[in-house]
């Protein structure tokens, strides 16, 4: 459903994703794991055609991103990492218009919206303007734009970060609902302990490079174990000024 080859980006003298090859099939649930600047944004927008790769290619969902990116556009899902809504519309809103983007009617688009509501518990928000609602909210109605037009793919940009445990489980659980009716989701996230309990696959990258790439129950340790070797490393220094108090 998702194949790079030789996918790379250049900004002038510096390539910032290089040679990015992989391969993954319908339902799986791959996490695209790596410190910052390591090229995983670079290659999210690549793969959802906001930007043309230097060179490579790739098919999401049968399509070529780069020959058919207006295709491209309406057979994915996007989370971008700043969610991208509108202040001053509100939850049910935000629904409403983007059905008619996708060519639904009105009794379609409402009904897909009543039940993303409810299976994303924003029922009792749907009247809540966005710049009145929690980073929960405002991630669960981003979800919830991705998921309208019911795409094959999902690319979604850190879908847990700085919200609560019972908004992550809604957001894990549905994820894992749509991955077994064959959707694939591909997705960043620096909170491996959620990663390890949705993810079917993994792929690691480091300074624009894959340094891992295997289904999760490949992986020979643990996934914060295989990260510290390969990606980063922790840093552990003395500060012996710290809590010095006992005498």
């Known amino acids: 459903m998702i194949s790079a080859r030789n996918l790379s980006k250049e900004y002038g003298p510096h390539r910032v994703v290089d040679s990015v090859s992989f391969e993954l099939p319908p339902g799986s649930i791959c996490a695209f794991l790596g410190p910052n600047g390591a090229g995983k944004s670079t290659t999210l927008k690549m793969l959802t055609g906001l930007l043309a790769p230097t060179s490579g290619e790739a098919t999401v969902a049968g399509l070529d991103i780069r020959g058919q990116s207006l295709q491209l556009k309406s057979a994915i899902g996007v989370l971008p990492e700043h969610l991208g809504l509108f202040d001053h519309l509100t939850v049910e809103e935000h629904l409403n218009m983007a059905g008619p983007i996708y060519g639904l009617g ?5 009904r897909r919206a009543n039940d993303l509501l409810r299976a994303l518990a924003l029922e009792h928000g749907r009247d809540t303007f966005a710049d009145h609602c929690s980073h929960g909210m405002r991630k669960k109605t981003a979800l919830a734009l991705a ?10 940009d850190e879908p847990f970060e700085g919200i609560d445990p019972v908004t992550s489980k809604t957001i894990r659980d549905l994820l894992g609902s749509l991955a077994q009716r064959g959707v694939t989701v591909f997705f960043t996230s620096h909170i491996l302990s959620i990663v390890e309990r949705l993810a079917t696959h993994y792929i690691l990258i480091r300074q624009g490079r894959i340094v891992w790439n295997s289904e999760a129950a490949a992986l ?8 510290f070797d390969l990606v980063e490393a922790p840093r552990t ?3 012996p000024w710290l809590g010095s108090f006992l005498s």
Not at 106 to 110: F, L, Y
Not at 149 to 155: E, G, M, R, T, Y
Not at 220 to 227: A, D, V
């Open 220 to 227: 020979p340790s643990n996934l914060e174990q295989m990260y």
């Open 147 to 156: 998921l309208l037009h019911n795409p094959k793919v999902l690319f979604l």
């Open 237 to 239: 220094e003395e500060l």
């Open 106 to 110: 009105k009794q379609e688009t409402s």
